[in-house]
């Protein structure tokens, strides 16, 4: 029986790296799904791990988290990038990740993208993130290239980002 | 490249004209757990629920974590017929995810789910994480969804098996 889950690129860094790329994304897919495992060799208070679809644009997001005290929601509309979760930073808990999952359903369609993501971290610290976030892209056109950034940090050797193509058929 | 993956697609629905229910029946037994991905619209934003088993009494429970955009709230409903997914997307040219992983869906115990929804609107919306159980201990064969009006034309159900 063929699996429907097909591992289309991944990148394990052996060194820090400000941003990696997923470029020439296939369309013989349904659907994509990035996860990774992130790390910053910088302690900035906050940083997001940001992802441009294509060229960016055309950005909004309805968000849901909690930090361990509270829990809030937040929205923002006309962004460049998709944020999808807190980074963990060099002052964490040594050698804790991150990590994250996105979802990018019918990547290929000509209609405006659902986009969804969840993530997480956990430091045995006081405050750690977890969320979740409905992301859209206002723009019919396909999804062929995934950059993730981070706000100008560096990813620290051992930060792993994996993208599978799903197919439903 | 090999399949290295443990997921497998069991059956696929697009509709092709407006629908009130998606039905998955005669689910083997053969994975480990399920996964069901929905991408849908309809006209006037109604509530997605789902049943199992064709089980239409009040054996479903589940509790939610919801965001606005403006306000997080939480909530729990307890013997329901059914077990709310969450709302669909009724703003023209938009849809919605929803994803539902049922563990163990063949196991003799009480079922439990896992429910994601995305419902950004470019301004308004929801997004939403919930936990559901359904208290029967019966292997699960079959999956219910139905939309308080019509999931629109396109609608796209998926579900899947993990091996």
Redo the contacts between chains.
Sequence with gaps: ???????IASNTLGSAATTVTFSSIPSTY??LVLRMSTRIDSAPGTADLIIQINSGGNM???????NGAT?????S?GNSTLPVNYLQQSDSTSNTFDSSEV?F??YTSS??K???S?GVQETNGTTAYMR?????R?NTESITSLEIRNGGYNFVSGSSFFL?G???? | MPDTSTEVAIATTTLGSAAANIEFTSIGSGYTDLRLVLVSSDAVGGLITMQLNSDTASNYSRTVLNGTGTAASTANQTNRTSITIGPNNAVSGLWSLYTVDIFSYAGSTNKTVLSTNSVDQNGSGQVGVLVGLWRNTAAITSIKLTDGSNFATGTTATLYGIL
């Design positions: 029986m063929p699996s429907s889950r097909i591992l349904t659907d909004s997001y309805t968000r849901i988290q909690g829990a809030s929601s937040f929205r509309t979802y359903p019918s209609n405006n659902v986009i969804s969840f979740a976030i409905a992301h859209l206002s599978y799903i197919k439903n058929s």
